[in-house]
């Protein structure tokens, strides 16, 4: 018996050996150039067949193989077009710094994103199971991203950490404040993705930046002034996602020259970046710093002057979005490939506290917009509000009320009314008849 089961192990020992060899030296041969070139092929195919806008474009400098069930790439761009998130052409109203004459001699540029270094490979003992899950990590914005997300259908755990990333370096983000910013993030991800569709996820985001600024004193508004920096400090932001519906639940920041304050919530979709967003952010210039000096008296307004500052005269979305508290205050809306800012100087339903994130409001005279017909309709949380056809337009709640409805002492039954001979319209430059 044992002299058989040697033949036959000998018998068995050619055949893998030769698979061996072949996975072994597949692995070493393997033409990952070309795999490289296959990969940005493909990316260019799904660009055009979205064939909305300029495409976007991806780069790779290096790919190889990393173990035996990954790769890794060295000096992967993405470059967005100017019309995309993060992109220079920067959405209206989230740039009210820049707009103006420095806006339109500055022509809008691609944004890239850079990603230094990045790997991601299969883990071996999930696939076993019939699951498969990819692990990677990336040396990106200064900072390390990693973690482990499902593919297919099978679904399961995600996990993403961020640390140590520098603010200064994410241009997109930049691009979409229009102002620079500085600081140190770190987040937290863990959703659970059932049949791996993030439109029913379950989980929690913690989000947390240190040492948060923006301006530099160099960059200038509306091309005359530079704003001196404004500390935010630390930001927090706490989120909660249940059936595919990220809610905020915590975003503050009480820096010693800036304020903020948000909450609103996120419709998962798929991809991620046809999420829609609906989100209230408000901040605020503190005193001290509105005092600071003359820039900032000018540019923000004195404390205690009535004369607005010139970001609100030279920029009039600046002026509808201030608030009685002295906060100004916007609604973040739209797809997160494209979101919109609008100026919204009410409180959001959270803050209202007529129920939660994004419902509806009820009507109330600081939450709501006037129809050219005069009527007066609630502003729901998801509604965005219509975008100003002229840049200086009156702002919804200061549009002068509508003409008073005629008088009703003129009013008789049908009969007499039939009866009653129509007055003739008053010659021009005569007044009103007096009623009889």
Not at 20 to 27: D, I, K, Q, R, V
Not at 142 to 156: D, F, I, L, Q
Not at 241 to 258: C, E, F, R, S, Y
Not at 269 to 281: G, I, Q
Request: overall charge neutral; some cysteine; glycine content about 12%.
């Amino acid at each position: 018996m044992k002299e058989r089961l040697i033949k036959i192990a000998k018998w068995a020992a050619y055949p893998l050996f030769y698979l061996f060899c072949l996975g072994l030296f597949g692995y070493l041969t393997f033409p990952y150039d070309r795999l490289k070139d296959r990969l940005i092929a493909e990316f260019d195919r799904a660009q055009q067949k979205r064939g909305s806008g300029p495409a976007q474009r991806l780069e790779i400098d290096e790919l190889d193989s990393y173990w035996f069930t990954g790769v890794e790439m060295k000096g992967v761009r993405l470059i967005l077009p100017p019309n995309e998130l993060g992109s220079g052409s920067r959405p209206s109203g989230a740039a009210a710094f820049t707009s103006g004459d420095a806006a339109k001699d500055s022509a809008p540029k691609p944004s890239v994103i850079e990603i230094a270094e990045a790997h991601a490979r299969v883990k071996i003992l999930p696939l076993l199971i019939g699951r498969m899950r990819v692990s990677f990590w990336a040396s990106v914005f200064g900072g390390e991203v990693e973690g482990v997300v499902p593919m297919g259908k099978a679904g399961g755990d995600v996990h993403v950490e961020v640390a140590d990333v520098e603010l200064a370096q994410v241009e997109p983000l930049g691009e979409i404040l229009g102002l620079p910013i500085a600081g140190t993030l770190s987040a937290n991800l863990d959703l659970s993705a059932p049949e791996g569709k993030f439109n029913k996820a379950n989980g929690a985001l913690e989000v947390s930046a240190k040492e948060v600024s923006v301006g530099d004193g160099k960059t200038k508004i509306q091309g005359l002034i530079a704003l001196p920096e404004a500390k935010l400090g630390e930001l927090v932001l706490s989120a909660e996602a249940k059936d595919g519906v990220l809610k905020i639940t915590k975003m503050t920041a009480n820096g010693q020259d800036l304020e903020l304050d948000g909450d609103g919530k996120i419709n998962m979709r798929e991809p991620w970046n046809n999420s829609t967003a609906d989100l209230y952010v408000r901040f605020k210039f503190n005193d001290a710093y509105r005092s600071k000096n003359d820039v900032t008296k000018s540019l923000l307004g004195a404390p205690g002057s009535n004369v607005p500052g010139l970001i609100e005269m030279q920029q009039p979305k600046m002026k509808r979005s201030k608030r009685s508290d002295g906060f100004y205050g916007w609604h973040v809306h739209g797809a997160l490939k494209r979101p919109r800012f609008d100026p919204h100087a009410a409180d959001s339903p959270a803050a209202r506290g007529r129920g939660k994130a994004g419902d509806a409001p009820g009507p109330g005279p600081a939450a709501t917009t006037r129809k050219p017909g005069g009527v007066n309709l609630p502003l729901g949380a998801s509604e965005a509000p219509a975008r100003d056809s002229e840049e200086g337009s009156p702002p919804p709640m200061m549009q002068p009320p509508p003409p008073p409805p005629p008088s009703t002492e003129d009013e008789s039954p049908a009969g007499e009314a039939r009866s009653r001979p129509t007055p003739a319209p008053p010659a021009e430059g005569e007044g009103v008849p007096p009623v009889e």
